[in-house]
């Protein structure tokens, strides 16, 4: 392995705006390196060998420049990439080649990182293990038999497993966190409508956000900075100057910061080594110079319910626009059929079993008769979270839990049981039906596998995460002798 | 608790245009009613005066200047089409024959 791979993004700039290595080198680096080692991780669903070249040499020609130029990067398959392929995850999209650019593709290329290639998801970000993928899991790089975490498995696995210092994630209700958690790599959640989701292929339009994922709490500062900020393109996007998470991430300091314990994201569903890792975490805030207290948000206990009504509700409307017309698959046009029935002939052959079972119960939750009951009454329950958080953030500057619940399980071991498939996202989706942001940072190991600590600040607030993310990361690289995956096993390279 | 039968998730397929098989229907009725089972517990929540939140943002009616921009030409889109012809989408039969 190029120790070129091992680089953290700011240091690759560096290297290639000094000309120690070449922006081509770099990039050449880690197409090696995904040839040596993806057949394992299955972390990429298609690799731009000639587009990241090409852009390398840009880079090198000196036509982009900036903090990131030049650094590799490896793209969710869920945002439109113009001319190279986009599929979601799914086979509805398989060999789709969109016709544009989604806005933070267009804002990379604009800054001269360089796309190595599309990561592989759960099929439409629906998932915590890549296992819904129509084209096979990822695989943990600290344990191949066990899941990268989803659905952005693709992005965490390909950072953890050096095939790029950058990737970058959607988190609907935990997409980012989780995957980064169970990776022992960083993710973040900005604050909802922070980052332009124009061309982000859409999952439930009121909770996706895409985020930076990277090895380092700056590097993925650096990478915010780059992705978010104000898209006229989507009438979502926030109007206001990006929130300073890298001056944040340069001060890791957290002295002074009140952080809440949050009481109910703990005990039952919570594995005995996750909770101890974050136990020492709090611990070592507590001696880093912040004031930790225990907060309750009591009506954390039913999120993941409101989730699961609400994300639901909106995929079954926002994928009604994969009707066999405009793009993607048509299956049974035989000259008889009808347009409906070959609609339902194709999404039934297009869509995996998880997006099925999705659709049908997000139809039956805006059923007339059922509607009150389930979406309304969900919509009731996000405003309740919305309070509990407000009510926090009004005596602590953030709020901390373990951010995921358990180490990375065995691939299979939750496939047919979708509940405790969705218990993965606990911790997370809080935060998505607030709209606020979130970050899971690596805080230590338990059985060997990687644990995460999330934090979660108020809307607009996102530097604070960076604050605490950087002081625990130095305090831990300390202890460490780096950053926590300097210990991560070496991968056993492909036998060609 | 709710009971899901073959014939409801039927029709939620056909209102959702999802040609499901028979064994289909059948394992989705089991895997709904365990869902809802789980997801019922939101009534227990109190909320009848609380106001529902659809979306994270508070915006309302974003405008922007009505000035023409270059958009997508039309070869570029029908690129992506499963089927065009004449410059159009190409599309199965839309009415019955004696229609």
């Not at chain 1, 922006?23 to 990241?52: K, M, N, P, S, Y």
């Not at chain 1, 497993?161 to 950058?166: N, R």
């Not at chain 1, 001056?247 to 002295?255: I, L, N």
Request: with cysteine; net charge negative; proline share 6%.
């Amino acid at each position: 392995m190029s120790e070129l791979t091992r680089l953290t993004a700011v240091q690759t700039a560096e290297a290639i705006s000094s000309r120690q290595s070449s922006a081509v080198e770099v990039a050449q680096a880690h197409l090696d390196r995904i040839a040596e080692v993806d057949g394992q991780v299955h972390a990429f669903l298609h690799v731009d060998t000639e587009g990241a070249l090409a852009q390398a040499r840009r880079v090198d020609a000196g036509e982009l420049t900036g903090p990131l130029a030049g650094v590799p990067l490896a793209l969710k398959d869920v945002f439109c990439t113009k001319g190279v392929p986009t599929t979601v995850g799914s086979k509805i999209l398989e060999g789709w080649r969109p016709p544009y650019d989604a806005t933070v593709t267009s804002r990379l290329k604009a800054a001269g990182i360089v796309v190595l290639g599309k990561t592989n998801m759960d099929e439409f970000a629906m998932g915590s293990s890549t296992e819904h993928s129509a084209y096979g899991p990822s695989r943990n790089p600290w344990d191949l038999t066990r899941i990268p975490g989803g659905s952005g498995g693709g992005s965490s696995a390909a950072i953890a497993s050096w095939q790029a210092p950058l990737a970058i994630g959607t988190d609907t209700g935990g997409s980012i966190r989780q995957p980064a958690a169970v990776t022992g790599t960083v993710g973040v959640k900005p604050t909802y409508g922070a980052v332009s989701r124009y061309g982000l292929v859409a999952f439930s339009s009121s909770l996706d956000q895409g985020g930076p994922c990277a090895r380092t709490v700056l590097d993925a500062a650096l990478l915010h900075e780059v992705m978010a900020g104000h898209d006229p393109r989507d009438s979502t996007s926030i109007d206001a100057p990006v929130p300073p998470v890298v001056e944040a991430a340069r001060q890791a300091d957290v002295r002074g910061m009140r952080i809440g314990v949050v009481k109910e994201l703990s005990g039952d569903g919570y594995e005995v080594g996750v909770q101890e890792r974050f136990d020492e975490a709090v611990e070592l805030l507590t001696s880093l110079g912040a004031t930790v207290t225990e907060v309750s948000c009591p009506h954390f206990a039913y999120a993941l319910p409101a989730y699961y009504l609400i994300a639901p509700s909106e995929a079954s409307s926002n994928l009604a626009r994969f009707d066999a017309v405009r793009y993607g698959l048509r299956v049974g046009d035989d000259g008889v059929n009808s347009l409906e029935e070959v609609m339902a002939l194709t999404r039934a052959q297009g869509f995996g079993q998880e997006v099925k079972r999705r659709i049908i119960l997000g139809t039956y939750a805006l059923s007339s008769g059922y509607y009150d009951a389930y979406y309304g009454q969900a919509q009731k329950v996000r405003t309740l979270i919305t309070r509990d958080f407000q009510a926090a953030f009004a005596v602590v500057d953030v709020l901390v839990s373990p951010a995921a619940p358990t180490v990375a399980f065995p691939l299979g071991a939750k496939l047919d049981d979708p509940l405790a498939m969705y218990r993965q996202d606990l911790a997370t989706i809080p935060s998505n039906l607030y709209g606020g942001p979130a970050m899971s940072v690596p805080c230590g190991l338990s059985e060997g596998l990687p644990v995460g600590l999330q934090v979660m600040a108020p809307t607009m607030q996102d530097d604070r995460l960076y604050r605490v993310g950087a002081a625990l990361e130095a305090a831990y690289v300390d202890r460490w002798g780096g950053p926590l995956m300097s210990l991560a096993p070496t991968l056993p390279t492909l036998e060609s | 608790m709710p009971e899901i039968t073959p014939e409801q998730v039927a029709h939620l397929a056909r209102l959702s245009r999802l040609a499901l098989s028979e064994d289909e229907l059948v394992a989705l009725a089991g895997e709904l009613d365990v869902i809802l089972g789980a997801v019922a517990q939101i009534g227990e929540v109190a909320a009848a005066d609380v106001p529902a939140t659809s979306h994270a943002v508070p915006l309302v009616n974003v405008t922007r200047p009505d000035v023409v921009v270059a958009s997508l030409s039309r070869d570029a889109v029908l690129a992506g089409a499963p089927s065009a012809e004449d410059g159009r989408f190409r599309v199965p039969r839309i009415l019955d024959d004696e229609a």
